[in-house]
């Protein structure tokens, strides 16, 4: 297993996480939901193993919503500035869903894929050769890092 570390959090430094090892994938989501809490065109997410992300400083809001699949989608954001942190999808329980923007260094993500793409904005460009989904994959592709 990867001893990568990497620290991040929310704009204010009110809240802390700690996040260790490989991301299991990295995509763009461009579903409704993401769009609308987040005041963007898509959210920029890695998924991780649950036990490889810490909260380390902070007490975190949370916001929960029932997802597509009827489960719930807990997400956690910094109750003093607004910043998304993370997400936690019921109906997977495999990872959690950690914002990219909100770690300190994530130059070690190589690929995105592109998720509910239904849903992309007229105005998002989106490369030509990158992968694009219609809903949330079944299967997730592994994300190489930079060192592997
Ligand atoms: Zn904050
Ligand atoms: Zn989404």
């Known amino acids: 297993m990867s001893s990568r570390f990497t620290k991040g959090g929310c704009h204010c430094g009110n809240v802390r996480i700690e996040v260790t090892g490989e991301p299991i994938a990295a995509m763009h989501c461009h579903c409704v939901d993401c769009q609308k809490i987040t005041g963007a065109a898509a959210v920029a997410v890695a998924l991780f193993p649950p036990a490889n992300v810490n909260m380390t400083k902070g007490a975190p809001d949370t916001y929960t919503t029932l997802g597509e699949s009827g ?47 239904d849903h992309i904005k007229s105005w998002t460009v989106i490369p030509k050769d990158a992968q694009q989904f219609r809903k949330m994959p079944l299967w997730v592709k592994p994300v190489k890092g930079r060192d592997t």
């Open 71 to 117: 489960e719930k989608i807990h997400r956690t954001f910094c109750g003093v500035c607004g910043s998304l942190i993370m997400g936690k999808p019921e109906a997977m329980p495999g990872f959690v869903t950690v914002m990219l923007p909100a770690l300190d260094d994530s130059s070690f993500i190589r690929k995105m894929v592109h998720i509910y793409t």
